[in-house]
């Protein structure tokens, strides 16, 4: 998936609320991780490539103070990381951060980074090298009073006294080290610590730490004979003398022995200085040089030799000076501790070079003796100071250390690297905070950067000045990037970390909703104590790019339908244009291919059928055509059509009205037609026809599938799956997965839609709370109320606070006008503007404002009301005032962010709405909700197995729960059933379920009895259930409506004149009873869709393609020689169900499809049992000689009219009953406090029935578990004085609300009242009102009409 | 003299319309300035007075929508 391109920070999606913004990360950057000091590298490249280059530089200098000498000296150990190594080769990583200083530097104005507060305390720094150079950084960034001491007359250590100014002229770090004096730090050269001052007369002096970088800066002896010899130079001293300006010439023949940077600088700095031959001599190969490859390569350009595997053995002099070297050759033997080769001499290679010098250069040592005796710090076995991994404590608590002095020589970045991470212990050790705290220490890389096939962009090499030109000066050999080289490199990177922590959104950020601590959130672990776990991990869509046919990945115009959704989707890519992706052209004719994904072994696992897919193609191919017209064609290739869901099957035949073809073929391949972006299919058809067709555009119905990440969360919760990786379950306990206490809803349980979910996750609700039940209410926090202030009959006094929502309005609006514009208009007596009103420090004042200036009535011009309303009608409830004396203006949603463009119109716009707003608000009154009493008892009416899970779900949770049940016995059409699809006998559990629920003492049985009347509203319904002669009437707050359905008894396929042609249900019966006739049948005929799907029953029955093959595979098993046939329109073995169909052809059932056209054709011909139909492949009369046939009847409602006229429900056309909402309020109604579940909503299995039983039981309880139910404030009431009794708003209503008086009452009888508990404000019957009787609070007509008539005052 | 510019009343149902006119603004989409929007609870609750009304007021067109 990727249809539009989006930044890190972005908006989940259009309609998210609240619409906040998020950051993806996906890890840390693996430049960054690697880099010692940590520099936000993917930041300050991303900054470059978007030309903000100060920007980048200010981001780089929060990590480290010097991106110039870096830029130059660095081992660059970000580049080694680089993730671009795996595609071509790492990015310039240093060459750009050295641009950004170079710029910096030659701005005139370097950046200096802003001190915090200043403090008093005092540190010492010994050392002014790379580490204690940066902790006098950071530490001046700190406030602290810093003195850096150091030895020698010059500042930068190594940087300056070790490295030839040819690799990092002085004045660069002149310029860095310039940026840390200008941040307060004192330097004091030539003073020696342990000789000039000591650590204990600077604590006297009221030093309160000291950090100690004194690098490592005598050379380590060869330790060969002849070492003191006139003509020997230790390297390290070597460089120094150069780097302070005095000349040496060591002859022409110079051997430098060693394979580091201080060896490479040696020999490159003889050159220099006039020698002729200065070579190196290194024991190991030139693959294991410590040196940076770089400067290995320039050594080379300039002539220099290496000579490699060549050991010094003795150096040889004349007349104490040195003549020659004497050295052996070496090989590489086995690996060493570190895992180098280790070298080993070749016996009898020992050979002479001539020579003027020898320069060792094989690593360097700290001289201590700055330790004085006041110091407790101690050194180990290797001569560096001991010290603390994360923090650097020495073992003295006040001495901090780091750089070569900890390590032993190595390189710059790790010293400043250290440096840092001491300034942060030495602040936190002043502050007398813990020292290594939440410290981040764990710098892990992101591995999952997707490299394949990407685009190969070469490296920008760095500019040199020629081996010619170079090799007779120290002038600088690299140049340098330009601008144009650096942005070009910065462009190469692959943006590892998504987000690139550059912290651009943290200034930002008016609100200080993202920080660095945002920034650096970490995944938490937390403990929660629950008592049930509820798992809803949901779905991936299935990612046809394996599929090379169908060249998913390569064919623009070969996409998924998620991707077609976002298309057809108003806040889609194309902003709801159907358009192709690849070229933008208006499709004309568009392909579906269903069982992308699914019911598939063969290209993928998936043999189940996802379930939605169908419904969902369908669906696009519908809408698809009305964005792009009629003209669109659009064709669905499927196998079968699996349109089971409630209303469906209607959907479908509307959509084949609508001209979409169905095509019953599965496509094999796709072709690109030329370079037109079209695509060519090849099929065949059910008649064995090959065929080609051309269309615009492919959509790949993709299944659902559980993520590998799920199937982990599965095994470590320790549930089990199911062969498709869902939790498993079983048909009586549908939502509770093998583990006691865990519960699954949604696609986790198997693929579903939407209602299928919605009712899953009631249920999985109910099941926790059967066990919670106890634990209910006990950590609820009830708040504390606000007495409110009668302000009936006072003047109003009106506050209005404008918005600015940091620039979100203030950007385009201009919100001081509009501010003082309100303070203009009648009755307002406060205006203000806020930077974000919703903050709750703005709440807080807002409440103290309405006490102290008395005001009755708000406006707060901001948002939109459908987000934040009902947060400032709390803070009047804070503050005292009834909440609807309150009134939003909308002036972010609908003016600052739709008229950017327009400000001074915008501004305009802004200052009607308020005047509206403040005109209406004026007139509204104080409403009060009306609170009732709930009866905390449900009815449920119906036993059957949906009717008995919600009435147990009830009982469990300690509600009295009343079950009507027309017939004597509880079970409905299941005690009819033989088993169910796992293979145990429904009989068995369904005993199981009616002794649970007849066992319940909260569980009251009304047997053979009916519903005759209702009364009453949700939270107290009166209803009379009549037992023959008997009537009792039962008070209850909810009802819940199971009433089931019932088989059709059919008229066709001969039925009823031949013993041998059942029904589905009387087969379950034989099978049952284990009639033996069954192990004598020959052959069996089971028939499809009787009844359903037929022009007078458009809906499918949905059980009973899985009923018949469940029942075949029963004949089957009791005998394997049965010819048993199937003939089908379509399989409709949803889920998982799909692997008995799979099993039922794998033992020889025989599926034969006919059409609604050409039904098969059943004769009793002397005694014999004939089915005659047309086979579709053969295309060719087949005539079956059977001795059972078993048809599969339609499932009807019953009828439900009655009940439906009592409860007000309605019905659909085909008789069941209508839900709230087809999607998201599957178990609700219309009417509040009846519930809805089973058959009697739609056919069913047992498993959704149960499923739903306990979703509607768990609906009830939201409204139980309320001891009141509040209503809203804003409903119609009649002013009966101007009732003429006209009806209209008692049968307009959909709510049921109004009614007649009775005609018996005193006052006002026959007149209509409405019911404040049912209305929902919708106002349909106030503008119904014949008489002008009825009106609505809180949007009366006199507040619309004061709306009306402010729209003008202003111009 | 300044091109003649319409000022149109909407009246949106707080369910849909009103909820799409947000998102329109969330989407960051542009539309002419030229609206006043007035939020009723369901368009059920649209009297032909308002309409009147409006027009009275000097708007130039009522869009209701819901």
């Given at each position: 998936m990727g249809l539009v391109e989006r930044k890190?920070?972005?908006?989940?999606?259009?309609?998210?609320?609240?619409g906040a913004f998020a950051i993806t990360k996906r890890g840390t950057a693996p430049c960054r991780a690697t880099c010692p000091a940590h520099v936000s590298v993917q930041g300050f490249i991303a900054l470059t490539n978007d030309g903000r280059y100060r920007e980048a530089l200010e981001l780089f200098k929060q990590d480290h103070p010097f991106p110039g000498v870096c830029g130059r000296v660095c081992t660059h150990p970000c580049e080694s990381a680089c993730t671009r190594n795996a595609v071509d080769s790492p990015l310039g990583i240093m060459y750009i951060h050295r641009f950004l200083a170079d710029t910096d530097r030659a701005s005139g104005k370097p950046y200096v980074p802003a001190k915090k507060a200043q403090r008093q305390e005092k540190v010492a720094i010994v050392g002014a090298g790379p580490a204690g150079l940066t902790c006098a950084y950071f530490l001046a960034i700190e406030g602290y009073q810093v003195t850096v001491f150091e030895k020698l007359p010059v500042l930068g250590g190594m940087l300056t006294v070790g490295i030839p100014s040819y690799r990092l002229p002085r004045d660069v770090i002149e310029a860095e080290i310039q940026v840390i004096k200008d941040l307060g730090v004192e330097f004091k050269t030539g003073v020696e610590i342990g000789k000039d001052f000591t650590v204990g007369q600077l604590r006297e002096q009221g030093y309160k730490a000291f950090f100690i970088g004194i690098g490592a800066q005598e050379c380590k002896r060869l330790g060969i004979e002849g070492e003191d010899y006139k003509g020997v130079y230790p390297g390290v001293e070597f460089l120094r003398e150069i780097n302070l300006g005095n000349r040496i010439h060591l002859g022409d023949r110079v051997a430098v022995v060693g394979g580091g940077n201080v060896a490479m600088d040696c020999v490159r700095s003889a050159l220099r200085t006039g020698s002729k031959k200065p070579f190196i001599i290194y024991r190991r190969a030139v693959e294991q040089m410590p040196a940076n490859a770089e400067e290995i390569e320039e050594c080379r350009e300039e002539g220099i030799e290496l000579m490699t595997l060549t050991n010094p053995i003795r150096v040889i002099a004349e007349n104490g000076r040195v003549r020659a070297i004497e050295c052996i050759r070496m090989e590489l033997g086995p690996p060493d501790q570190s895992g180098r080769q280790r070298p080993v001499p070749i016996k009898g290679s020992e050979f002479q070079i001539e020579v003027d010098a020898v320069i060792p250069a094989i690593g360097q040592e700290t001289d201590w003796a700055c330790l004085t005796d006041e110091c407790a710090c101690t050194l180990n076995d290797w001569g560096t100071m001991r010290v603390d991994k994360v923090t650097l404590q020495t073992s003295d608590p006040d001495i901090f250390a780091g750089g070569d002095a900890v390590t032993g020589p190595a390189t710059v970045v790790e010293a400043i690297g250290a440096g840092k991470e001491a300034a942060v212990s030495i602040d936190r050790f002043i502050r007398g905070?813990?020292?290594?705290?939440?410290?981040?220490?764990?710098?892990r890389p992101v591995e999952d950067v997707p490299t394949e096939g990407l685009p190969h962009l070469a490296r920008h090499p760095m500019p040199m000045v020629s081996p010619e030109t170079r090799k007779a000066n120290f002038n600088e050999v690299q140049q340098g990037y330009d601008e144009e080289t650096a942005r070009a490199e910065a462009h190469?990177?692959?943006?590892?970390?998504?987000?690139?922590?550059?912290y651009q959104c943290v200034t930002a950020c008016k609100a200080g909703a993202v920080t660095l601590e945002t920034h650096g959130q970490k995944p938490e672990t937390l403990t929660l104590e629950t008592g049930a776990v509820i798992l809803a991990p949901g779905f991936e869509p299935f990612d046809p790019s394996k599929f090379d046919s169908y060249a998913y990945a390569k064919l623009p115009n070969v996409i998924t339908s998620m991707e077609m959704e976002r298309i057809l989707s108003a806040s889609g890519p194309t902003g709801g244009h159907l358009v192709?992706?690849?070229?933008?052209k208006e499709p004309k004719k568009i392909a579906w291919f269903q069982c992308v994904g699914s019911?598939?072994?063969?290209?993928?696992?998936?043999?189940?059928?996802?379930?939605?897919c169908c419904m969902y193609a369908v669906k696009e191919a519908v809408i698809a055509k009305e964005h792009a017209g009629d003209d669109l064609d659009c064709a669905i290739f499927f196998m079968d059509m699996r349109t089971h869901g409630k209303d469906f099957e209607r959907f479908y035949n509307k959509a084949k009205d609508q001209g979409v073809r169905f095509i019953r073929s599965r496509v094999h391949t796709i072709d690109k037609v030329g370079d037109t972006g079209d695509l060519a299919v090849r099929y065949v058809t059910e008649s064995g026809e090959l065929k080609t067709e051309t269309f615009d555009m492919i959509v790949l119905s993709v299944g659902l599938q559980t993520p590998a990440e799920t199937v982990e969360l599965a095994k470590r919760l320790d549930i089990q799956l199911t062969p498709g990786h869902f939790a498993k379950s079983t048909p009586f306990a549908p939502v509770a997965t093998s583990r006691p206490g865990i519960f699954v809803c949604g696609a986790f349980q198997g693929p579903r839609d939407i209602p299928q979910s919605v009712v899953d996750a009631s249920a999985a609700a109910a099941a926790a709370g059967e066990i919670l039940a106890e634990a209910r209410d006990t950590l609820t926090v009830i708040p504390e109320k606000v007495p409110e202030v009668n302000v009936l009959n006072e003047r109003p006094r009106i506050g209005v606070f404008v918005c600015n929502c940091g620039i979100n309005i203030s950007g385009t609006v201009d919100v001081p006008s509009v501010r003082d514009y309100a303070a203009t208009?009648?009755?307002?007596?406060y205006a203000a503007d806020n930077l974000y009103t919703c903050s709750q420090d703005t709440q807080d004042r807002m409440a103290e404002v309405i006490k102290e200036k008395g005001l009755n009535r708000v406006v707060v011009a901001a948002c939109t009301p459908k987000t934040h309303e009902a947060l400032f009608q709390e803070t009047l409830m804070a503050a005292g005032l009834n909440k609807y004396l309150f009134e939003m203006c909308n002036i972010r949603n609908q003016d600052s962010w739709v008229h950017k463009h327009n400000p001074d119109l915008a501004t305009e716009k802004a200052k009607d709405l308020v005047r509206m707003a403040v005109a209406k608000v004026g007139l509204m009154q104080p409403l009060q909700e009306a609170q009732l009493d709930v009866n905390q008892t449900a009815l449920v009416i119906g036993g059957g197995i949906a009717g008995m899970a919600a009435a147990q779900t009830l009982g469990a949770q300690g509600y009295t729960t009343h079950v009507v049940e027309r017939e004597a016995l509880l079970g409905g059409q299941a005690r009819h059933l033989f088993q169910t699809p796992d293979g145990v006998p429904v009989a068995q559990r369904l005993d199981q379920l009616v002794s649970d629920v007849s066992a319940d003492p909260h569980i009251q049985m009304h047997l053979n009895s009916e519903i005759t009347a209702v009364e009453g509203f949700v939270g107290n319904f009166k209803t009379t259930v009549k037992n023959g002669d008997q009537e009792q009437v039962i008070e209850h707050g909810v009802a819940i409506i199971a009433t089931g359905a019932k088989p059709l008894v059919p008229t066709e396929y001969s039925y009823g004149q031949d013993p041998r042609i059942v029904t589905s249900l009387e087969l379950d019966a034989k099978l049952k009873a284990d009639d033996p006739a069954i192990k004598e049948l020959e052959a069996a005929v089971f028939i499809q869709c009787v009844g359903s799907r037929e022009p007078e029953r458009p809906y499918c029955s949905r059980v009973c393609c899985t009923h018949s093959i469940d029942s075949a595979l029963a004949i089957k098993a009791r005998n394997p020689e049965a010819n048993v046939y199937i003939l089908y329109r379509d399989i409709r073995t949803y889920g998982e169900r799909e692997y008995l169909y799979k099993e039922a052809r794998e033992k020889g059932v025989i599926f034969i499809r006919y059409s609604l056209e050409a039904k098969p054709q059943v004769a009793i011909e002397n005694g014999r049992l004939l089915v005659r139909l047309t086979d579709p492949i053969l295309g060719r009369p087949v005539e079956i000689d059977t001795d059972l046939i078993s048809l599969a009847t339609a499932i009807l409602p019953p009828d439900n009219n009655v009940l439906a006229q009592l409860f007000k429900l309605s019905l659909n056309d085909d008789g069941f009953f209508v839900e709230k909402h087809a999607k998201l309020g599957p178990c609700d109604f219309a009417t509040d406090g009846v519930f809805l579940c089973g058959m009697a909503h739609y056919p069913k299995p047992i498993d959704e029935a149960v499923t739903q039983g306990k979703a509607a039981a768990s609906r009830a309880v939201t409204l139980l578990a309320r001891q009141h139910i509040s209503t809203i404030g804003q409903v119609a009431e009649v002013n009966p004085a101007l009732c003429s009794m006209c009806g209209v708003c008692v049968s307009i209503c959909p709510y049921s609300a109004p009614s007649f008086r009775a005609p018996t009452e005193r006052f006002w009888p026959g007149r209509a009242e409405i019911n404040p508990v049912l209305c929902k404000g919708c106002g349909l019957c106030v503008a119904s009102c014949r008489s002008g009787a009825i009106h609505l609070k809180g949007f009366d007509n006199d507040q619309i009409f004061a709306q009306l008539f402010a729209l003008n005052e202003a111009s | 003299m300044a091109q003649w510019e319409p000022k149109i009343v909407a009246f949106l149902c707080n369910w849909c319309s009103y909820a799409a006119a947000d998102l329109a603004g969330v989407s960051r989409m542009e539309y002419p300035p030229n609206v006043r929007v007035i939020r009723i609870p369901c368009t059920g609750r649209m009297s032909p007075k308002f309409v009147l009304a409006a027009l009275r007021e000097g708007a130039d067109g009522v869009w209701v929508s819901g």
């Open positions: 890190a920070t972005h908006r989940r999606y259009a309609q998210a609320i609240p905070e813990e020292l290594a705290g939440d410290r981040k220490t764990d710098w190469r990177c692959l943006e590892c970390g998504v987000c690139c922590e550059c192709r992706l690849g070229d933008h019911r598939d072994l063969n290209r993928c696992d998936n043999s189940f059928c996802s379930s939605v208009l009648p009755y307002v007596e | -």
